[in-house]
């Protein structure tokens, strides 16, 4: 049908429709009485949903750049920096890292595999800042962000974590894990369009950026946190973005961070019994922990590309192929933010139709009811 469409992508993903309604508003002034009221909400709301205390700083850029504004403001050249990866996020912080001139010691798990706290804690001896990926976006997998945050915290280094996927969509207790820097982006549980990053900053990190040397303005953490701390910005933010975000992280408080969490487990659990049942193996792990993002094996006989073209042409339904070193050789359904159950039972049934349609050799009409028991619809 045209004009129909499905997205099921990790990033961004969909608007709800109260989102969707601010953005259409007519344009405001940033400093002006129509801005300030809903700009006050979003930042208390942000510091409610990262769990944390601290500030929060808002930067009008995708995640990566709020991920820069860390690596910009913590690095000191030829200091020491652990970066641990285990996919395609993580490998893009080492390069980061190490192109701001950190001395960097690259901890790389090959990708889909889980990083091992105890490997991290006997690796960050030394190092002045640990760099982790809580939810690896190009794989699945959900890291014990917990765990890796106490082996850097043992070993003295401030810990930086990568959550952008994670934030909202699975449990991120920043100020009670000891993380002093945690990124996220509008796109993807936080239900907003693609254009917001935040860094929630510990004071131990903002006292670092106080004395690392490296260049940054845009992204200097101390112009922008004395800012919001009157309620302004050092730059033109993204009203409308900053509008939306105000409307979903409303929707997301009122549904409550944990039941948005348990909703997460139920939405994996029936993705991958759907994509079981089918006789499909899966990419990401098979545990509840892994609730953003499901990354399913491509069969052998399988293209990639043609399988999820034919999706959105066909069907409206848009799925994503793998990163990097995993590209052609799995698909991913996204399961984070606004998602409720039909939502999984539509991309399934799309799943199956595609590789039908691909001649790929399938269980067929199993995998709906199997989604629907493992989310125990019963409960909703
Ligand atoms: C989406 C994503 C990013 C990149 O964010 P952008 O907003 O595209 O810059 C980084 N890390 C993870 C884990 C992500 O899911």
């Known amino acids: 049908m045209p004009g129909k469409h499905y997205l099921f992508t990790p990033g961004p993903t969909p608007l709800p429709p109260e989102v969707r309604e601010v953005l259409a508003r007519p344009a405001i002034h940033p400093r002006g009485p129509d801005f300030l009221p809903p700009y006050e909400r979003v930042l208390g709301r942000l510091k409610e949903v990262f769990r944390t205390e601290h500030d929060v700083l808002l930067f009008s850029s995708s995640g990566t750049g709020a991920f820069e504004s860390a690596v910009a403001n913590l690095t000191e050249p030829g200091e020491h920096a652990l970066v641990v990866s285990s996919g395609h996020f993580g490998e893009r912080w080492a390069a980061m890292a190490t192109r701001y001139g950190a001395d960097v010691d690259h901890l790389r798990y090959a ?27 190009s794989t699945g997998v959900v890291s014990d962000v917990q765990a890796l945050g106490a082996a850097d915290k043992d070993a003295g280094a401030l810990v930086v974590v990568d959550a952008i996927s994670s934030v909202g969509a699975v449990p991120c207790e920043t100020d009670a894990w000891g993380l002093d820097v945690v990124v996220c982006g509008s796109q993807k549980a936080l239900m907003t369009p693609p254009g917001l990053g935040f860094a929630s900053v510990s004071p131990a990190a903002l006292a670092k950026a106080r004395e690392t040397t490296t260049p940054r303005f845009y992204f200097d953490w101390e112009r922008t946190h004395q800012a919001q701390a009157k309620l302004d910005a050092p730059f033109t933010l993204a009203v409308p973005l900053v509008l939306g975000l105000d409307v979903a992280l409303g929707l997301l408080l009122r549904e409550g961070l944990d039941a948005a969490f ?19 193996e899966l990419a990401s792990p098979d545990e509840d922990r892994s609730a953003v993002v499901t990354a399913v094996h491509a069969p052998d006989e399988l293209d990639v590309s043609a399988f999820l073209l034919d999706l959105h042409e066909r069907l409206g339904v848009q799925l994503i192929g793998g990163q990097g070193e995993w590209s052609g050789k799995v698909f991913r359904i996204g399961h984070l933010g606004w998602f409720d159950i039909l939502d999984i039972t539509t991309a399934l049934t799309a799943v199956e139709d595609g590789l039908a349609a691909a001649g790929v050799e399938i269980e067929r009409g199993v995998a709906i ?10 409960r909703v």
């Open 111 to 137: 990708w889909g595999e889980t990083p091992d706290p105890d490997e991290v804690r006997a690796r960050a001896a030394g190092a002045a800042v640990v760099y982790v990926v809580h939810s690896e976006t």
């Open 262 to 280: 348990e909703r997460h487990v139920r939405l994996g659990r029936a993705t991958r019994g759907g994509i079981k049942a089918m006789g499909l």
């Open 369 to 378: 009811p199997a989604a629907l028991g493992a989310y125990d619809v019963a």
